[in-house]
């Protein structure tokens, strides 16, 4: 395809777009759109549109959207039934300095592309992380708490997100021949991402740029249950590359245990484990047992939390009537959060008493001795590692935090509390807080997440309407009136007066203003 002479010069091109296409849907005119709000002017990076042997009615749309925009290109491929090559091509015909990978359904953000460029400009990276977020998916966000500008592997968060969506040194890409698999490969980004982390000099983390929308749209193939013959196979690739880039000891370790928990613990936990058919239950089992027994030693145990060391350890012994037992009894669990007290401080802050109660069958289901051994699992542990069911480590870290749903999967913190070796807590929230400063809304539902012993639990906070009652009138501070009810289920709502009382949000905004900087004094 002879290049179209009004695009841009290639030593002018910051960065090539790779975008692997296949029979978009309507998702795919966001991503054109968020294309041409970029910052970056379109005479400093391209569009790869790497078709996948789409059908005509896309092809005829890709040449229109080629068309109409001098720095857009459309290579058009065989079909090959993956992503991988469409963006191996991409990256063989990228012109600019830097490749970034799009997927079809997601968009970027206006301003990403120009500051990913100069954020790897200014510190001469070979990887740049761009923040993700999530559109319909929580994502972890440990990963994007702030920029780094040389992250290391095992010291920084980057096993968090090996999405591929991400921007690439071109000549870094070539040198060192990283490439996706060709074919139908899962796991091909972890191989692409992991890959290049290990051959990168400099891994930089843009934590505090929105760049990249990942987008959750209904049927995606991450959503269907996994083959597990098929599966495992690429999943010991990935271990394999690990395995080829380290030696034994702490850092592989700590590398390994990123896909045993997520690739193979999550899958035999609690109601998942419980609900799949006994025959694909076998079959998951026939495929991970021996991958557990080959790869992954005590030193890898030695980080999971206090339940995926129960899990690992009957993995690991074969015990599977066992571990289908220790999964009901995390299945069968139930927390409650009560409140047991209301009332508001002067400040304008709703002080909670709260009661945590987790139980299984009306009694307590996580007893722990004085020394803090679980006396109250009713599965036989005899034969496996001694102790095993002692969780010190995690019922010193046990807490509670209220937060407020958001958008998709989002929450939004507001208070937390620690609860070792305790049921009950005082906590508070704080009302201009739950409503922020543009909130129009009218109520608020509060969540509590519970971590104890290394399990965690997302319920409604709930209360009797008398407890709440007796917190009384909400004071000035607390900016619009503001009263606790319980609702439908004695779910805890926080509900205000709107519109009235914006001078008295005012008011309460500034006192708080004024004590956060006599606070940094």
């Known amino acids: 395809m002879s290049e179209d002479p009004q695009s841009p010069p290639a030593e002018s091109v910051r960065v090539s777009v790779v975008v692997p296409v296949f029979n978009p849907n309507e998702a795919f005119d966001e991503l054109i759109a968020s294309l041409d709000r970029q910052t970056l002017d379109r005479s400093r990076f391209e569009v790869l549109l790497c078709d996948d042997g789409s059908d005509e009615k896309t092809r005829e749309r890709l040449a229109t959207v080629e068309s109409t925009r001098p720095h857009v ?143 959750k749209r209904s049927g995606s193939a991450s959503s269907s249950r996994i083959d597990p013959e098929s599966y495992f196979p690429h999943l010991e690739a990935v271990l394999d590359l690990v395995e080829r880039y380290t030696e034994p000891g702490r850092l592989r370790d700590r590398l390994l245990r990123h896909w045993f928990r997520g690739k193979i613990l999550k899958r035999v936990a609690g109601k998942r484990m419980v609900g799949y058919p006994a025959e694909y239950r076998t079959r998951l089992l026939d495929a991970v047992v021996p991958i557990v027994q080959r790869r992954f030693g005590p030193g890898v145990d030695a980080g999971l939390a206090f339940p995926q060391r129960i899990r690992a350890a009957l993995l690991r012994a074969d015990r599977r009537a066992d571990l289908v037992a220790f999964a009901r009894f995390e299945k069968e669990m139930e927390c409650r959060v009560a409140v047991t007290s209301a009332s508001w401080s002067r400040g304008g802050g709703l002080s909670l008493g709260l009661r945590v109660a987790i139980t299984r069958d009306g009694q307590d289901a996580l007893v722990f001795d004085d020394g803090g051994t679980l006396t109250s699992l009713p599965v036989p542990m005899d034969g496996l590692p001694t102790g095993l069911l002692e969780a010190g480590r995690e019922l010193r870290n046990d807490r509670i935090e209220l937060v407020l749903p958001g958008e998709g999967s ?70 619009r009136t503001c009263t606790p009810v319980a609702a439908r289920g004695g779910a805890v709502e926080l509900r205000r007066v709107w519109p009235g009382g914006r001078f008295k949000d005012l008011a309460g905004r500034a006192v708080r203003r004024m004590r956060s900087r006599a606070h940094r004094r």
């Open 73 to 215: 290109r459309v290579l058009y491929l065989p079909h090959s039934g993956w992503p991988g090559t469409p963006r191996n091509e991409g990256v063989a015909a990228a012109r600019g300095r830097y490749v970034q990978f799009v997927d079809q359904d997601d968009w970027l953000f206006e301003s990403a592309l120009e500051a990913l460029c100069d954020y790897a400009d200014e510190h001469g990276s070979d990887v740049v992380v761009g923040k993700e977020v999530g559109i319909g998916r929580p994502l972890p966000r440990r990963i994007y708490r702030r920029d780094v500008p040389d992250a290391k592997l095992g010291e920084d968060p980057l096993l968090e997100m090996l999405t591929p969506h991400k921007m690439f040194r071109t000549a870094f890409l070539r040198e060192k021949q990283v490439r996706f698999p060709d074919g139908k490969v899962r796991l091909e980004d972890h191989l692409f991402v992991m890959r290049a982390y290990f051959e990168a000099r400099t891994i930089s983390i843009l934590g505090s740029v929105p760049c990249y929308a990942w987008v």
């Open 410 to 479: 989002s929450v939004r913190h507001l208070a937390s509390a620690s609860l070792r070796k305790r049921s009950t807590t005082t906590i508070a929230i704080d009302p201009l807080r739950v409503f922020g400063p543009d909130d129009e809304s009218r109520e608020a539902r509060i969540i509590a997440k519970v971590r104890r012993a290394g399990w965690t639990f997302d319920v409604p906070l709930t209360s009797d309407a008398a407890t709440l009652a007796g917190a009384g009138r909400s004071p000035l501070l607390a900016g």
